[in-house]
């Protein structure tokens, strides 16, 4: 064969590849935040609409509001969405976590339970042919049972074991080489001391090394799921308190997160977490060379404690057999739109809108570079309007020490190579703003401070 006609071959072959990869989608969704007593007086733990008119709150508020986590109606209208726009191919739904509103957190379990039933019927009516793959959050009933029996319709027996014993699964597909592996990162926050939170999160460790072990002899791909992943959160405002309340890894869990993460980064083709309340993406590198991509959804909710976003739901394009990540549209509700029904639209296609040849941790890399040039603000200007999903923000307000913490909040997910990264800002911004140092430091020591 002479070069030319087997170039022509392989090419062919790729061709062909390329020509039968099955494409798939599946649609994330995070934070719903439900609150039950939306609008209700009750033992005042509803969100109450008295400010201004009572009118303009009512009708405002009855879907959503910044003030208000999500109503039951809100949630209609997301499900209803997503019902319309799902594609025949539709395989799956990551739902991580935070499914309750905080105000719930002094409510007995059964209240609580039921408040979850009642989101997982709609589910269930919405994506009946297909498996919905839940994460617990910080704000959700631990695992039980009664979870177990809600639940079963979507999980197989194996996962369920684990579940109701620790929140963690992993789904083993028999048609791809995708497999699923979703985390409780509950055990790995802070308030993971109470009853027996750290002899299952030392669990969870083993397991977890283990299935990615199973999943490099067998040539598989993982995909890793939580309510919360490595990093620290990114802030628009220094001074504003977090935006997502508890439920951050602990040091020591996020430094062997990332550790995990490196040293299986041939496995895992993408991470998808929630739980900031905001949307942006995670890099983790390895001898300096970006190998890992998390992909954080925005919520549900409108409401955030210090920050605030427009409710969003997001669709992703992948190669179901290897898991690739091909592309994802992010759908976002306007809030400040006071037309009596909800409006979804498309906010953006991310290959597009950040003119991404591919979803890959060197692309994302290289889209991290672009952000903090702080003197060619159209890509940061992007960023920080599709990071709380298109809510009017003054971007002015984010000066170069702004920049470069979002940057370093980017591309150092360990929490001592970000203090390193914001306190040596001259590797980003060298002499273009070098009296800025002890601004970004200042504004880092404060993030820090209101984690």
């Known amino acids: 064969m002479t070069p030319s006609s087997l170039a022509l071959y392989i090419t062919s072959l790729l061709w062909l590849d390329l020509t039968y990869a099955k494409i798939g989608y599946f649609w994330h969704i995070t934070d719903l935040h439900y609150d039950p007593f939306h609008n209700s007086q009750e033992l005042h733990r509803g969100c109450k609409h008295n400010r201004g008119n009572s009118e303009h709150s009512h009708r405002n508020?009855?879907?959503?509001?910044?003030?208000c986590d999500s109503s039951w109606?809100?949630?209609?209208?997301?499900?209803?969405?997503?019902?319309?726009?799902?594609?025949?191919?539709l395989e799956f739904v990551l739902w991580t976590g935070d499914i309750l509103s905080s105000s719930m957190e002094h409510l007995n379990e059964e209240i609580k339970l039921e408040a979850v039933?009642?989101?997982?019927?709609?589910?269930?009516?919405?994506?009946?042919?297909?498996?919905?793959?839940?994460?617990?959050?910080?704000?959700?009933?631990?695992?039980?049972?009664?979870?177990?029996?809600?639940?079963?319709?979507?999980?197989?027996?194996?996962?369920?074991?684990?579940?109701?014993?620790?929140?963690?699964?992993t789904i083993e597909q028999s048609h791809s080489r995708l497999r699923i592996v979703v985390l409780n990162s509950v055990l790995w926050a802070g308030g993971a001391t109470?009853?027996?939170?750290?002899?299952?999160?030392?669990?969870?460790?083993?397991?977890?090394?283990?299935?990615l072990n199973k999943?490099?002899?067998?040539?598989?791909?993982?995909?890793?799921?939580?309510?919360?992943?490595?990093?620290?959160?990114?802030?628009?405002?220094?001074?504003?308190?977090?935006?997502?309340?508890?439920?951050e890894l602990t040091p020591t869990a996020n430094?062997?997160?990332?550790?995990?993460?490196?040293?299986?980064?041939?496995?895992?083709a993408g991470q998808f977490y929630g739980h900031r309340h905001a949307d942006t993406f995670r890099l983790i590198y390895s001898e300096g060379r970006p190998v890992s991509w998390a992909l954080l959804a925005p919520s549900l909710t409108p409401r955030g404690a210090g920050s605030i976003s427009n409710p969003g739901v997001r669709l992703y394009k992948?190669?179901?057999?290897?898991?690739?990540?091909?592309?994802?549209?992010?759908?976002?509700?306007?809030?400040?739109?006071?037309?009596?029904e909800a409006h979804w639209a498309v906010e953006y296609n991310v290959t597009q809108y950040y003119g991404l040849r591919e979803v890959s941790a060197v692309s994302l890399d290289t889209l991290a570079e672009?952000?903090?040039?702080?003197?060619?603000?159209?890509?940061?200007?992007?960023?920080?309007?599709?990071?709380?999903?298109?809510?009017?923000?003054?971007?002015?307000?984010?000066?170069?020490?702004?920049?470069?913490?979002?940057?370093?909040?980017?591309?150092?997910?360990?929490?001592?190579?970000?203090?390193?990264?914001?306190?040596?800002?001259?590797?980003?911004?060298?002499?273009?703003?070098p009296h800025n140092s002890a601004a970004i430091l200042l504004y880092a020591i404060l993030i820090l401070i209101s984690s």
């Open 215 to 247: 999943a490099r002899r067998k040539n598989e791909m993982v995909y890793l799921v939580a309510h919360a992943g490595p990093g620290v959160e990114e802030r628009h405002n220094a001074g504003s308190s977090s935006a997502s309340g508890g439920g």
């Open 194 to 211: 109470k009853t027996d939170g750290p002899h299952r999160g030392r669990a969870q460790w083993e397991w977890l090394e283990h299935v």
């Open 61 to 67: 508020g009855r879907h959503r509001d910044h003030s």
């Open 318 to 340: 992948f190669e179901s057999n290897t898991g690739k990540v091909l592309d994802y549209t992010q759908y976002y509700l306007d809030v400040t739109n006071t037309r009596g």
């Open 370 to 433: 672009k952000i903090r040039n702080y003197h060619d603000r159209g890509l940061l200007t992007k960023y920080l309007t599709a990071l709380r999903v298109r809510h009017a923000t003054d971007i002015s307000d984010c000066d170069s020490a702004c920049v470069h913490v979002h940057f370093c909040a980017i591309t150092r997910a360990d929490f001592l190579e970000f203090r390193t990264c914001v306190r040596n800002p001259a590797s980003a911004l060298a002499s273009r703003a």
């Open 117 to 169: 039933r009642n989101v997982t019927d709609i589910l269930s009516r919405t994506f009946s042919s297909q498996f919905v793959f839940p994460a617990l959050g910080h704000n959700d009933p631990p695992p039980s049972r009664k979870l177990v029996d809600m639940w079963m319709q979507w999980l197989p027996t194996e996962a369920l074991q684990t579940f109701e014993t620790g929140g963690y699964y």
């Open 73 to 89: 109606p809100l949630i209609q209208s997301a499900a209803a969405f997503m019902a319309e726009r799902h594609p025949d191919t």
């Open 255 to 268: 430094a062997r997160l990332v550790h995990v993460i490196r040293a299986f980064s041939d496995v895992i």
